[in-house]
């Protein structure tokens, strides 16, 4: 069975991080294997408090990792410029082997997941490892210190990061008002396109969808689909998700 390789942070509410990612892989029929990042106290309100896994530990379990058996690689959480450190020297050694980077900085119960200097390394430091990385517009402004009012904003935000070293870039537009959510893809070899679908009310009140759409866009890549296939399989798959979410409410 396919494995995919979950490097983040744990969100003890299981609302969010890598439970979230694991219920996504093995939803779709994939195994998911772990490297924590960061220990979160967290409820879908509050945030408590969080603790990073120090450098040696995360390496430890990158290091034990069998990677002959992983077909792609999703990060969330990386606290600090130490852990971008330690991720990116280990994707160094593994670039066969798709990779999505979803780069969060805050969690909507009001935690500050990632420090400055960390925020301020991804671009050089991992950005052009990754095949894919997947910010929504609060993180894609706040990495290219960019605005964002309308659909053709997200645009410039992609091309933006892509101008600091990723090589493909989903812009999530869900933030932008509207009865319809759209992202945009924007892909070396792929070309660029926007996919809109219906918003899905109440939708907004989903944790983890980010983290979720990030490790489905990692199963596809693993199953061999290309970047554009890929995400639009995803997002399909994360509509079903919140549409399921929300009626469970
Ligand atoms: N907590 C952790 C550990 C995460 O990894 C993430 C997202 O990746 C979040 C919280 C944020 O999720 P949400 O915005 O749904 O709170």
């Given at each position: 069975m396919t494995q995919i390789l979950?490097?983040?942070?744990?969100?003890?509410?299981?609302g969010a991080g890598v439970y979230a990612d694991m219920e996504t892989v093995y939803g779709l029929g994939a195994k998911p294997t772990f490297a924590i990042t960061a220990i979160t106290a967290q409820s879908d309100h509050l945030f408590f408090h969080t603790h990073t896994v120090p450098s040696k530990t995360l390496k430890a379990q990158l290091q034990a990792t069998e990677m002959n058996q992983v077909g792609a690689i999703k990060i969330g959480m990386l606290p600090n410029k130490e852990s971008i450190g330690v991720v990116s020297e280990f994707l160094s050694e593994h670039s066969e082997i798709p990779s999505v980077l979803d780069p969060v900085f805050t969690s909507s119960s009001g935690g500050t997941l990632s420090s400055y200097e960390g925020i301020a390394s991804?671009?050089?430091?991992?950005?052009?490892l990754i095949n894919i990385i997947t910010p929504n517009i609060l993180e894609a402004c706040r990495l290219t210190k960019l605005g964002c009012v309308q659909k053709e904003d997200l645009e410039t935000l992609a091309h933006a990061c892509r101008k600091m070293g990723a090589n493909a870039v989903l812009v999530k537009g869900g933030h932008l008002p509207g009865n319809h959510c759209v992202d945009f893809l924007?892909?070396?070899?792929r070309g660029?396109?926007?996919?809109?679908?219906?918003?899905?009310?109440?939708?907004?009140?989903?944790?983890g969808t980010g983290c979720r759409l990030a490790s489905a866009i990692a199963y596809h890549l693993a199953m061999g689909y290309n970047i554009?296939?890929?995400?639009?399989?995803?997002?399909?798959y994360l509509s079903s998700y919140i549409e399921e979410r929300v009626q469970g409410i």
């Open positions: 979950l490097i983040g942070g744990s969100d003890n509410s299981g991804l671009g050089s430091q991992l950005f052009p924007l892909s070396k070899d660029n396109c926007f996919f809109e679908r219906k918003r899905i009310p109440g939708g907004t009140e989903v944790r554009m296939e890929s995400v639009d399989r995803s997002c399909r």
